[in-house]
Every structure is written in C-alpha cells, then in structure tokens.
C-alpha cells in the first residue's frame, strides 16, 4: 500500500495524461467560474485507481480527488488528501499486507465533510470540499470567519498556504448529517500536505499549527500491537465512524465501525435490485465491501462491473449525440436550436434519455453524470425501475447473502 508521492506542479502534469487516453473515463475536469481547474472522480470501479505500479498514471490517479489549478497559469492550488482505502477493500490493505511494524498512529475518523483550504486566483481564501467550492465548503467558511473574529486564524491560514501547504480539515456540523449527528458545528484540523511533493507534515507538528489556526486538532491514538483485536474492537463500536490508521510517510487505511444494524440494512437493500443499482451508482458500495464474505464480494463486484460498462455505453452514446448535434445545428437562433435539438437528437433517443440529452446539451452536467442521475431517479420504487432498466437494458442482481458474517 506504500508508493512515492508524484510530483506535482502544474496542470499538464495531469492533462497530458488525458490527453494521451490513460485516464480512466471515471475522472472528471472541472472548469470552474472562480478561475480555478479541479480533478475529481465521479465513481469507483475496480479500474478506477489501479493498483500501484499496474499503469504509469496508477500514482497520480490516486491524487484526483479534488486537486486544483489555476486556471490561467496552471500552477497547483491546492493538494488534498490522496485517495486511500477501506482495511480488506483491495488486496493491497488486506491484514497479511499491512506494514504495522512501520511507525503510525491511529487517528478518529470523523464522519463529516474533508475540507482543503487554498488562495483563489484573485487573492481570495478558499474553501472547498472534493468537488470544489461547494456550499458545503462555504458554509464551513462562513462558519470559520465568524469564530475568527480578529483574523488571526485566517492569517495563519494565509501563511501555511504560502509555504507551499494545503490544509485540510474535517466539518462537521447538524446540518450536514452524513451517519452521525453533530450536536454543534467544528472545523478540525486533519492534516497539512505540501502542495508539489505530496509529503505529509508528521502528526506531532500539527497541535502548533491547530492552534494557530484556532481549530482543535483530529484526536490520535496509540499504533496498534495487534491487527485482530484492534480491528474486530473498531468494527464492533457503536459510536462515532472509526479510525484512520497514518503512517508517519503520509500512507493511510480506513477502520470503518460498520455497525451491524447498517450492514444488515445494507445487505437488505442489496436483495432488492433497484437498491442495489442506487448503492453502486451512488458510490456507496465500497464502505460496505470489507464487510461481505468472499462469494458476496465476487458477486456484488461482477454486477458492479456490469452495470457501469453498461452505463458508460449509453453515457457514451449520448455524448456523441450531443457533439453532433453541436456541430451539425447551425443556426444562431437560441429558439430554433432548441427546437431543432429537440426534435432531430433528443426525442429519437427515446422518452427515458430525452431528458437527460437536454440536461447536457444546456451544460447541467455531462453525459456520465446525466446517466448516473437517471438511474437514481429512478431506484425509489420497483415499477420505476423495471422502466428504466427495460429502456436502458441494465442488468439486474438476483442477490442472495450467506448466513452468519
């Protein structure tokens, strides 16, 4: 699970990756009205984040989810965290792989929203969560400078991100319910990453700058002596999220304490196939894989990887759809194109893609994400989504679990 960092300076580093088609068609470029450029992924498959060393991208493809440019220079803004994963997710944070004898320490994973602060292009300071400078990320902000009262926080804020860091933090707060609920809002401080290198600022310097910053530091504990005993304690709790266990190089893996309650509710879900289309298609299947035996992994995995190929067919379809019909609808006339799109492109697609060709023939969201947004619209009841399974031809999953987990 160890690997060297890529170096990152500047927005080609990335983009000539996906220009040269190595990008998994998963990772999305978003341009965004700030002056700001922002990588981030829009679901997991097993070929989204290969394993290390399996392509020349696998590294850098772990550093996309919510890296940031100027859009104007393309200089890097800000570097979150690296994507990491679920211990028994993936071969490489299975028990017998976990290089434990290497320095760590276990941190609380808070179950809130990651925040990365970065200067915006005109002098601004920003806040932004995977995605961007979400509302969210503004709230988490506004929330911010009212507890800064002098600026002084803000300021030290400004400095770590002239050095060359980018902040992150956790935001929790009663309205941005994610499992648990908050009984008042907080910004903790989780870590400090440098921008270019991707190393990460060791824990024991982080309560000097926590305090600067006038936020409380994420809480650690100590390493762990023994992987079954400290595992099965993490699963077995009944509060809070879990554990991030961080080795002092900047590697990590999550301990999620899937209470039983949820993993039955989710296993449930998953025996009826529209709920088990809305977990995959929402990205929450893989908090919930280390906790399948290994045939309902198989299982869940193989019908995961089907229904995205099939997804990513049509979402591909429609694309083209829409670059043609850019390039073949010539007239100026806002009205007349409508109507001609309307009529030559978007209908013949039939009654369930008509909608969302239009969605992305007016820039609401790209192909993918129109196609994504369709099915989730559609796994509320069964009828609603035997229609659309019948229109988009997506298989379904006849689920059934073992016995005692």
Request: with cysteine.
């Amino acid at each position: 699970m160890k690997y060297a960092f890529p170096l990152i300076r500047h927005l080609d580093d990335i983009d000539r990756h996906r220009d040269a088609g190595l990008m998994h068609e998963a990772f999305k470029r978003g341009e965004r009205h700030n002056g700001t450029i922002v990588y981030d992924y829009a679901y997991m498959d097993n070929q989204v984040f290969p394993p290390i060393g399996a392509t020349q991208f696998a590294a850098l493809a772990r550093e996309l989810r919510g890296l940031t440019f100027d859009a104007k220079n393309s200089a890097l803004l800000s570097r979150p965290y690296q994507k990491f994963f679920n211990a028994g997710e993936r071969e490489e944070t299975l028990a017998t792989n976990l290089p434990l004898a290497d320095r760590h320490l276990v941190l609380e994973k808070l179950d809130g929203s990651m925040i990365h602060a970065f200067i915006r292009p005109d002098g601004a300071l920003a806040f932004a969560t995977r995605w961007g400078v979400s509302d969210i990320a503004r709230q988490a902000l506004a929330w911010y400078e009212t507890q800064d009262g002098d600026g002084a926080g803000r300021a030290a804020l400004r400095d770590l991100v002239a050095a060359g860091l980018t902040p992150i933090f956790e935001w929790t707060s009663p309205e941005n319910i994610v499992v648990v609920r908050h009984a008042a809002p907080a910004l903790t401080l989780t870590g400090l990453r440098e921008r270019e290198t991707g190393d990460h600022v060791a824990y024991a310097q982080l309560a000097d700058h926590a305090r600067r910053l006038r936020v409380p530091l994420v809480r650690a504990f100590d390493s762990i002596a023994d992987w079954d005993s400290f595992s099965a304690r993490a699963f077995a709790e009944t509060e809070g999220e879990g554990y991030v266990v961080r080795f002092d190089d900047g590697h990590m893996l999550k301990v999620k304490n899937m209470l039983y309650a949820r993993v039955h509710k989710f296993k449930a879900h998953l025996a009826q196939p529209k709920d088990a289309a809305e977990i995959i298609v929402s990205g929450a299947l893989d908090d919930m894989l280390p906790h399948l035996s290994a045939a309902e992994r198989s299982k869940i995995e193989a019908y995961r990887d089907c229904l995205r190929a099939r997804l990513s067919a049509t979402a591909s379809r429609l694309a083209e759809t829409i670059a043609r019909a850019r390039e073949e609808i010539t007239t100026q006339d806002p009205r007349e194109r409508q109507k001609l799109f309307w009529t030559l492109y978007a209908a013949p697609l039939g009654a369930a893609l008509s909608g969302s060709a239009v969605d992305v023939w007016l820039e609401r969201r790209d192909a993918f994400a129109a196609i994504d947004l369709l099915v989730l619209k559609n796994t509320s009841a069964n009828a609603r989504f035997q229609q659309i399974v019948a229109a988009l031809d997506l298989p379904e999953l006849a689920f059934g679990f073992d016995g005692d987990q």
